[in-house]
């Protein structure tokens, strides 16, 4: 695929072609200016299969953004459209449609709402909104769900496999098991969700981060072929970087071979003045290796070397290597607590690939339109999609979200509501359950300590109005959520459900209108 071609793939005709033909459609109804919302959600938690999240980390918007803005169309899009014919030949696209593509050919129409990338999400409430003509609107859809869904499951996996690292360094060492360039979003994903450093370089460095790594079998496999040993390997490796030396010691035998010869390049790296940087683990019973290893490292007087653990990790294999640790590392004299502080994980294809959960189920949905399409008046016109599944019946209207605070800090329900109420930290409030008629409960105001909206302006007549690139500032927002959610929310197996909510006014706006549909 040459430049041109990579620019019309990934350009503005980045989209399902029913958009297309909707947009169309629209168009000779006379209704693609007419001012539209569109939410976009997500209806449940990823599912691991073993286990499931109880809260998500958003991620993706800074891209998407990107995207935007150089998002427009050109002649050889138009030309191509021109070439599309349905089953009798016909032109799928006329010209003045056409001609109204090219004269509104970018996104600058739009105005985005969404929550902050980095801070915690939940099922069902609105993380972006988009308004804007309906046509325009519609034609976003596809790239909005590709980018903004990726990357919000791998920074969600991320997370949950840093909470089960105990604070230890983690490596995103993925992009070689990733899907094509999405490798490139799923490396900035997992710096937000959870991740310390990457070893994909490119990406590292367009955001900001020394890549990490180290060698790779084929290194020691080479001077094996060659008829010599890894120790020579090792050597070689410790010559070229003695200030960053970390060596990969499963290729032979771990501890009658690796080990042994990474301490002996280690002693010698020492005597010349130099730290090592660590060994890497890669295969076997990575908690009885690491016993082991400390064993002998410490024996050697390395005790304070990094042992890096790979091959297969994700948050529940981190959380049994830990476990059997504290359970088996005294037998063998090594304090618990002090080997699994040194240990660091690099975590692969079970977070680039979400193993176990590999797409999110996030949707973009009409929740209402302009009556009068004037923005200024908020005239709107609510939609709802009927569905025998409550979870995929979307909430509709012009729409906030609060999260409500309990005394204490914990964050104990997200709540919308419609954008003409007014909500207060000083007044009780009633929260009802999205889909379930019978679960709701009052909270008093001695109950609530305040109320935060989530949602801020991100986009707007071409221009963007938030720092999409600083990580660190999404890493903070996703400390703050987490540290605020109850720690039965954050468990890695069986989680507690958090609420989201709707307020009466709200809730009665749905049933009302799920009513007017069997009319």
Not at 424 to 437: E, F, M, N, R, V
Not at 481 to 498: E, M, Q
Request: glycine residues 8%.
């Amino acid at each position: 695929m040459n430049l041109a071609q990579q620019r019309t793939a990934e350009g503005f005709l980045f989209t399902d072609m029913y958009q297309l033909t909707m947009a169309q459609l629209y168009f000779h109804e006379g209704l693609h200016e007419t001012n539209a919302q569109f939410d976009h959600f997500f209806r449940d938690y990823p599912d691991y299969g073993t286990h499931r999240a109880g809260f998500c980390i958003n991620a993706g918007m800074g891209w998407f953004l990107d995207w935007l803005e150089h998002a427009c169309v050109q002649e050889s899009d138009l030309d191509y459209l021109r070439q599309h014919t349905n089953r009798e030949g016909e032109r799928t696209f006329d010209e003045a449609f056409l001609q109204w593509l090219k004269d509104n050919g970018d996104f600058a129409s739009l105005t985005i709402r969404a929550v902050a990338e980095g801070r915690v999400v939940h099922p069902q409430t609105p993380i972006t909104v988009v308004e804007g003509p309906l046509a325009v609107a519609q034609i976003v859809e596809t790239a909005l769900l590709a980018q903004l869904n990726y990357q919000t499951l791998i920074a969600t996996k991320a997370a949950r496999i840093r909470e089960s690292c105990e604070g230890n360094v983690m490596l995103e060492f993925g992009v070689r098991r990733s899907h094509d360039k999405g490798g490139n979003a799923g490396t900035r994903a997992a710096l937000i969700g959870g991740a310390n450093f990457s070893s994909n370089t490119g990406t590292s460095f367009v955001l900001g981060y020394p890549p990490k790594g180290t060698h790779a079998h084929s290194m020691v496999q080479v001077y094996l072929a060659l008829g010599r040993s890894e120790l020579d390997a090792f050597r070689a490796y410790a010559e070229l970087y003695p200030d960053n030396c970390l060596l990969l010691v499963d290729t032979v035998d771990t501890l009658a071979s690796g080990v042994p010869n990474a301490i002996t390049v280690f002693e010698e790296l020492r005597k010349k003045g130099y730290a090592p940087a660590g060994v890497r683990i890669d295969s076997g019973d990575l908690a009885y290796l690491s016993i082991q290893a400390a064993v002998m490292l410490n024996d050697a007087g390395f005790a304070n070397v990094p042992i890096v653990l790979s091959s297969d990790l994700d948050e529940l294999v981190i959380w049994q290597i830990i476990t059997q640790i504290r359970q088996e590392a005294d037998s063998y004299g090594v304090d618990p607590d002090t080997l699994v502080g040194r240990l660091v994980y690099g975590v692969g294809t079970r977070l680039i690939t979400s193993a176990g959960a590999s797409s999110l189920g996030g949707v973009y949905k009409l929740v209402a339109l302009d009556n009068n399409n004037d923005w200024d008046n908020n005239d709107w016109r609510p939609a709802i999609k009927l569905s025998n599944s409550p979870a995929k019946t979307p909430n509709p209207g012009n729409k906030r979200i609060h999260r409500v605070y309990r005394q204490g800090g914990r964050a104990t329900a997200d709540l919308l509501s419609l954008s003409h109420e007014t909500l207060s930290a000083d007044a009780s409030l009633t929260l009802q359950h999205y889909a379930d008629s019978p679960k709701r409960r009052t909270l008093s105001p001695k109950q609530i300590e305040r109320l935060e909206p989530l949602h801020e302006r991100v986009y707007e007549q071409g221009q963007s109005f938030i720092e999409r690139h600083d990580i660190d500032a999404m890493r903070n927002r996703r400390d703050h959520d987490l540290a605020c959610l109850d720690s039965g929310v954050k468990r890695l197996v069986n989680p507690h459900i958090y609420h989201v909510s709707l307020t009466p006014e709200l809730w009665q706006l749905k049933q009302d209108l799920l009513e007017s549909l069997h009319q």
